[in-house]
Each structure stands twice: as C-alpha cells, then as structure tokens.
C-alpha cells in the first residue's frame, strides 16, 4: 500500500508560481515512478509529468521549461515547481504512484490550482 497527500495548491495570478508538494508514505520502496496529472472544469485527466525511481523525467509540451517535478528521497516527498502559470493551468492536481509491477497504481486526493486576475 501506498499513502499520497498532495498540499500547495491555491489561487494565483497569471504569471504567478506555485509549488504543490506529494508526501508519500507505505511501501516506497516499490514505486517505479511518479506522477502529476491535472483535471479541468469538463476535461478529461490529464498526464502533466513523471520522474521515475532513477531520476528520468518527461513533461507534457504545454508545461515544458515552465513546469519542474522533482524527488526528495529523504523527506519522502514530490515536488511540483509551476512558473509563469497561465489561466490554462487551473486544474486540480493529482499526484500518482505506479509500482514496479506496471499494473497498480495509487492516487492521491488532489489540490485545487486556479490560475486568474
């Protein structure tokens, strides 16, 4: 079992920054790798970005060179880093946990991102 609280969402301007954290808890040592995905008003969810156990990554287009995931092995953690957030990117944000048997996957609650003037 794998336990995921996402935290760090929020309003803020276009333009603006926001970083959401994922604290991870259970069996970690059997995650292969993880993941951000985002759901709009009416939209489908959407994959945002992966990093996986040997530290790749790879982002959806729409958010390449804004967008930053990252790990913190010791504190347990995923890290979403968002810049020069546009209206676009409001969304809540899941963060996601697929193990290394491909099949099972964990989800976490998710955090509300509203990007708006």
């Known amino acids: 079992q794998v336990q995921l609280v996402e935290s760090g969402g929020g309003l803020v301007q276009p333009g603006g920054s926001l970083r959401l954290s994922c604290a991870i808890s259970?069996?970690?040592?059997?995650?292969?790798?993880m993941n951000w995905y985002r759901q709009a008003p009416a939209k489908q969810r959407e994959w945002v970005t992966t990093?996986?156990?040997?530290?790749?990554?790879d982002y959806v287009d729409s958010v390449k060179g804004r967008f930053t995931i990252s790990r913190d092995n010791a504190n347990n953690t995923m890290y979403l880093q968002m810049n020069s957030l546009e209206p676009e990117d409001t969304a809540v944000y899941y963060c996601?946990?697929?193990?290394?048997?491909?099949?099972?996957?964990?989800w976490g609650q998710g955090t509300q991102v509203t990007v708006s003037s």
């Open positions: 990093i996986t156990s040997d530290g790749s990554t």
């Open positions: 259970g069996s970690i040592f059997s995650i292969y790798a």
């Open positions: 996601n946990a697929r193990l290394f048997d491909v099949v099972t996957v964990y």
